[in-house]
């Protein structure tokens, strides 16, 4: 009995579990209108709705206990390699909250509307100056729903050009996997490309996998491994010479804002994520969102309606290009809010801001990568940009503590681990991405707590086998979890 | 290291296969299995399809990751192993006792690695 009391493991019921019948934080006046005729039997539930019956302080106390047993990036370091937790500065909310933004309607009529289609309009602009590309869109809401949207964008500009037949997509081994997914939803046929030693686009295996059946490659750059591809000029025009075109996760932009830009390395499409590179928020705190961006040729086929200016007019608009669009891929304008957001960051930081928030990024990752090494294998050992893998094959070999049980010990020093087990061309993978709003201290911090866990691996492994060991929730089953999976309440 | 058993032909993609003239049997290696981690689901082929060597013929699942099983030589597949469907694990447990499927009329290429060949190529990953 005295376990389910146990400090260290304070368990939270689910509201609906603390509710009493009849319990409640309302009172409602009595009715002093025309009581309405009963709604249609269609439409009335037959059974009563299950809600928690609980006072307002039952509910507060709940939510704020909950708060307590949750980790985000105002909580502490959020490492999570591929993710780009940086902090999100709060004045993106101060706009994101003017009433100009939220009490609109989408179907408003545009004249009303044209605070809100200016900053889409802009924010499109400066995506567009910063990727070196010709226009987009900003409905996709996350980053896979872009890499979806822009792949559909490339389908579409083959089907105009009568090349149907143009039905591969080429992916290197080391992508995220949502580039496999997006690419096969989309009707294509996935390939891989292999990397080679230097932890880069193995060209040789390229040239192979290149003819008139391909549509395009998918390339993140820098890599999943952190590292630029340097022959990048050379796979375009290979690429393009075959007919196909190149595509841009930009789920690692960070490391190049204003320093490089995709379009001059020769890709016809990208997608960003703004819950990345653009500070808004991520992950449960999300909603995300995910705008794309091509070169000249592709704009008509982005997703419609497009946003434009009337020079005449001096007004903001909708265009429908139904002739030739991709189609809708979301309601309305995506999610408008994160885009307030992004355009928030990009004038507060202004375009020296961005450049330097890319240097940071890249020179926390390479001071990190530098400490760690000296105790933990790197598999590529040159200068990274904005995020770095180590690999524990060695340490697990020696001593059975697996990448898994250091990515959970980090949790007993307060921070949130690292990527794991990715990218899979690396074994007991961890991918560290501290971003560029770290200060020293926090890297020195983190990577103090990276040595002490190896020497403790040294020591005593079974300790860390069974970490965390003062987080709310301990080690979970994940066999368990992944074969007999429990969906709903 | 990881293990490796004489008598066994291997595969680049870490499979290993037993062949008896003209059948095969077919498992993941060692390191796969250890690369891999604990395993939650294998996806079977059918008895009776045909494949050719190179062929994606099996999904495996593990808490890490999800990956293909690339059949290392061609053939009918006349067997499958079941217990894998309610007991993944074997393969963690023993991953040489546990085969995933046999094929009859099998078609082997000249690529495949004996004992001595594979442990050689394991040590030139990283």
Redesign the interface.
């Known amino acids: 009995m005295m376990e389910e009391f146990a400090p260290d493991r304070i368990v939270e019921p689910l509201l609906v579990e603390q509710a009493v019948p009849k319990r409640r934080g309302y009172l409602f006046a009595p009715l002093d209108v025309p009581q309405a005729a009963p709604l249609d039997d269609v439409f009335a539930r037959n059974s009563v709705a299950r809600l928690p019956e609980a006072s307002e302080l039952d509910t507060v106390r709940h939510f704020s206990k909950l708060s307590t047993m949750a980790y985000g990036v105002d909580y502490g370091f959020y490492p999570l390699g591929s993710c780009t937790m940086k902090y999100n500065p709060k004045v993106n909310e101060v706009t994101a909250s003017m009433e100009g933004f939220t009490d609109i309607h989408p179907l408003q009529d545009e004249d009303s509307l044209q605070g809100c289609l200016a900053l889409m309009y802009r924010t499109l602009k400066d995506l567009s100056e910063l990727l070196g590309m010709k226009w987009g869109s900003l409905q996709a809401c996350a980053g896979a729903h872009g890499e979806y949207t822009g792949l559909k964008i490339i389908r579409t500009y083959f089907l105009h050009h009568n090349e149907m037949g143009r039905n591969r997509i080429l992916i290197p081994v080391s992508a995220h996997g949502t580039n496999p997914a997006s690419a096969n939803m989309n009707g294509f046929e996935v390939q891989e490309v292999a990397t080679d030693e230097r932890g880069l686009v193995d060209l040789n295996d390229l040239e192979s996998k290149l003819d008139d059946t391909v549509a395009g490659i998918m390339l993140t750059n820098p890599n999943t491994l952190g590292l630029f591809e340097k022959d990048i000029r050379k796979i375009a025009s290979m690429v393009h010479e075959a007919g196909g075109l190149l595509y841009y996760d930009g789920a690692n932009f960070n490391a190049l804002m204003g320093m490089a830009r995709p379009g001059d390395m020769g890709f016809d499409v990208v997608h960003l994520n703004l819950h990345k590179t653009f500070s808004t928020p991520h992950g449960g705190g999300g909603p995300g969102s995910g705008p794309v961006l091509v070169k000249k040729e592709l704009v008509p086929f982005i997703p419609q309606p497009d946003i434009v200016y009337h020079e005449d007019s001096g007004k903001y608009g909708f265009k429908w290009n139904e002739e030739t669009s991709c189609g809708k891929v979301s309601g309305f304008w995506g999610n408008f809010l994160v885009v307030v957001r992004a355009f928030t960051y990009i004038l507060s930081m202004g375009s020296d801001g961005l450049k330097a928030a890319s240097r940071h990024a890249v020179l926390n990752a390479n001071y990190m990568q530098a400490l760690l090494k000296k105790e933990y294998s790197v598999p590529y050992d040159v200068i990274c940009k904005h995020e770095f893998v180590l690999s524990l094959s060695n340490l697990k070999e020696r001593t059975s503590v697996s990448a898994l049980d250091i990515a959970k010990g980090l949790i007993d020093f307060g921070y949130h681990p690292p990527t794991m087990y990715f990218p899979m061309i690396v074994h007991e993978a961890l991918m560290f991405e501290p971003t560029e709003t770290e200060s020293k201290d926090t890297l020195d911090g983190i990577c103090k707590a990276m040595l002490q866990l190896k020497d403790m691996a040294e020591k005593d492994g079974g300790w860390l086998h069974d970490s965390p060991h003062h987080a709310v929730i301990g080690r979970v089953d994940e066999v368990r979890a992944a074969k007999n999976p429990v969906v709903r309440y | ?1 990881s293990k490796v058993i004489e008598g066994l032909k291997y595969s680049k993609d870490h499979e290993w296969v037993k062949i008896e003239g003209t059948t095969a049997t077919v498992g993941i290696t060692d390191h796969a299995q250890d ?1 891999l ?2 395993i ?2 294998v996806e079977l082929p059918e008895v009776g399809a045909d494949f050719e060597a190179g062929d994606e013929i099996a999904d495996i ?1 593990s ?3 999800a ?1 293909e099983i690339i059949t290392p030589v061609g053939g009918n597949v006349s067997e499958v192993n079941d217990a894998l469907e309610d007991s993944p ?1 074997l393969i963690n447990d023993d991953c040489y006792g546990h085969f995933i499927y046999r094929m009859n009329d099998v078609v082997v290429p000249d690529d495949l690695l004996d004992a001595k060949g594979y442990e050689d190529y394991l040590s030139t ?2």
Request: no cysteine; hydrophobic share 50%; net charge negative.
């Open positions: 290291m690369a981690g604990e939650v689901f699942e808490v890490k990751a990956s694990e990953l990283k």
